[in-house]
């Protein structure tokens, strides 16, 4: 038996010992709540019980209505897990594209693995395994598992239930951290997806890194980018339900919640917080980008004919994240300029910093507190 693949037993020692390993790696994969986390768990076990030469693990991520492959962690047969881009904040543009990579294109799109031979003599096998054995909208991508000779089947039966257990455990994350009515992120994930914009934030001028939770390898930051975060509210939402119902509303909030998520890039964290407010972190290098990537959704809200109620506009406020912010701090600078905005005239995006720059709107020497004029 090749010593790329796990061995099969022959009495009942080497069974007790190869079901232990692996049921301690289910533990190390149950325990993790962080998505970041548990896709290294994966690699990791499976470097330890295949013992394949590499493992790597490949998402997907979408922009301008093209899709790209965004290798997100590898490990390599006697080294460490590697973190090999940030999705917080990745070049999209620069990576590759999905078509680019037939044999992993053709594993995503059937949900089927695909064993690629060797293209020379002493070349490595690659065995490539869909992330998930289902069409998401969010989460897409392979599992990379290169080895010196193809794997057995006791290998691929490890792989098969170690995937298994990783989809059950996304699966958990879905339930817990998504909104049940529109699948957007939920208020809940709100905080721990802020403060991980703020964790991975590039140091400012003065040199000062924010260091990764205990266990993660450190990150590598190239793109000189901000974060931004924005609030959005449903217009006159009240009177949808008032006048159609409350069924009509749902169904109009599942259609803004699909219309900013086709509007945005996979990249962008879209929440919805309640009722008829969501809330937006995007990536952009500038305010004048983050307003229109912004400018964007409120058109398309604008133009987009909801079925029984026809016009729905949206009113926006934005601000930019800020080294020191707390959500709560961040969110009411976002929703001051919601206010402003609809008292305004509505169906409009406003900067929380440009109304202050314009003296439209004024800080007190009380934090948080805002005068409007």
Known sequence: MPSSAVQEPHDGNHMSVAMSSLVDHVIALTQHRDRDLLDGALVDALMALLKPQQVTLVGVVSEAGQRYWLPLVQRERGGRLKVLSDPLWVQVQQLQRLEEDPHRQRCLEHLQAV???????GGACLAIWPLFDDLRAQGQGVIEIRSSTPLSPASLNVLGRLLSVYRNMQGMLDYSECDALTGLLNRKSFDDAFFKVLRDEPGDESGDAVAPPAGWPERRHVAPAAYWLAMLDVDHFKQVNDVHGHSI?????????RLLKTTLRSLDRVFRFGG???????????????????ERVRANMENYRFPQVGRITVSI?????????SPS????????AVYFAKGHG???????EQLIEQGQLQTDDKVGVIELF
């Open 115 to 121: 064993d690629v031979a060797p293209t020379t003599d």
């Open 249 to 257: 509303g749902d169904e109009v909030l599942l259609l803004v919640a």
């Open 276 to 294: 008829e407010e969501f809330v937006v972190l995007l990536r952009c290098p500038d305010e004048a980008s983050a307003l229109s990537a912004l």
């Open 317 to 325: 406020g934005l601000t930019q994240v800020r080294r020191g912010d």
């Open 329 to 336: 701090v961040a969110c009411e600078r976002a929703d001051q």
């Open 346 to 352: 509505r169906n409009q995006v406003r900067s929380y």
